[in-house]
């Protein structure tokens, strides 16, 4: 059975960091795509970040280059999200999912393979 489990969310102030974990069980973790998606209140749900956990690839939204950094610790099937110089834009919950890769982009195979989300995790950026 495949689990995902995501924690490091909370509140913080404008400019401020958070880093963000999401745990995955159940699969051939270096196989996968791993990524994070968020959804603020009253809008959709927007992909912000993804790893390929075979070759370390990664993707981010125009919304946040430069400020978040994705990566993975294969050893401990665990892939983070650190999130620097924080707006209140970026609140949201913040939610990882996984896909198999197939030989496709992280991207791509979230988009195509999605498998499964996890619970979520509340980031909140106070101004």
């Known amino acids: 059975e495949v689990q995902l489990v995501e924690s490091g969310g909370g509140l913080v102030q404008t400019g401020g960091s958070l880093r963000l974990s999401c745990a995955a069980s159940g699969v051939t973790f270096d196989e996968y795509s791993i990524g994070w998606f968020r959804q603020a209140p009253g809008k959709e749900r927007e992909e912000v970040s993804c790893?390929?956990?075979?070759?370390?690839?990664?993707y981010y939204a125009k919304s946040v280059k430069g400020r978040f950094t994705i990566s993975s610790v294969n050893a401990r099937n665990t892939v983070y999200l650190q999130m620097n110089s924080l707006k209140p834009e970026d609140t949201a919950v913040y939610y990882c999912?996984?896909?198999?890769?197939?030989?496709?982009?992280?991207?791509?195979?979230?988009?195509?393979?999605?498998?499964?989300w996890g619970q979520g995790t509340l980031v909140t950026v106070s101004s």
């Open positions: 999912a996984v896909a198999p890769l197939f030989g496709n982009t992280c991207l791509t195979a979230l988009n195509r393979y999605l498998e499964l």
């Open positions: 790893i390929s956990a075979s070759d370390g690839t990664t």
